[in-house]
């Protein structure tokens, strides 16, 4: 599961059926307070190479997916495996990895 933001710094979920790996995907090219914007839609950012994603804003980019029993069952376990982990906050947010690409890698 990957969140990717545009250079005009609109969020979009990818990939929601993937529960083995979760980022953030930004362009390096997008201006700081576009990536900020962004990364404050999804969640709250820490020291500038992770963001802690509010759940309930993955939630809203799958509404059909986050009423099947089967991937909310995957997703929820996604979750408490993250917290096993110490990838949460106090808040129930999921850490995840901002990873900086170049236009024409970023995924699809």
């Known amino acids: ?8 710094g609109a969020p979009v979920l990818a990939d929601p059926e993937d529960f083995r790996s979760f980022r953030v995907v930004v362009p390096k090219a997008a201006a700081p307070s576009v990536v900020s914007a962004a990364l404050d839609v999804i969640g709250r950012s820490d020291d500038g190479g992770h963001v802690f994603v509010e759940p309930r804003w993955i939630l809203e980019q799958v509404p059909t997916l ?43």
Request: zero cysteines; glycine letters at 8%; hydrophobic letters at 40%.
């Open 66 to 108: 986050a009423v099947d029993i089967g991937w909310r069952q995957r997703f929820d376990g996604m979750l408490s495996y993250a917290a096993s982990q110490g990838w949460t906050d106090p808040d129930g947010r999921v850490r995840a990895h901002i990873e900086y690409v170049v236009a024409d890698q970023q995924p699809s």
């Open 1 to 8: 599961m990957e969140i990717v933001v545009s250079s005009e």
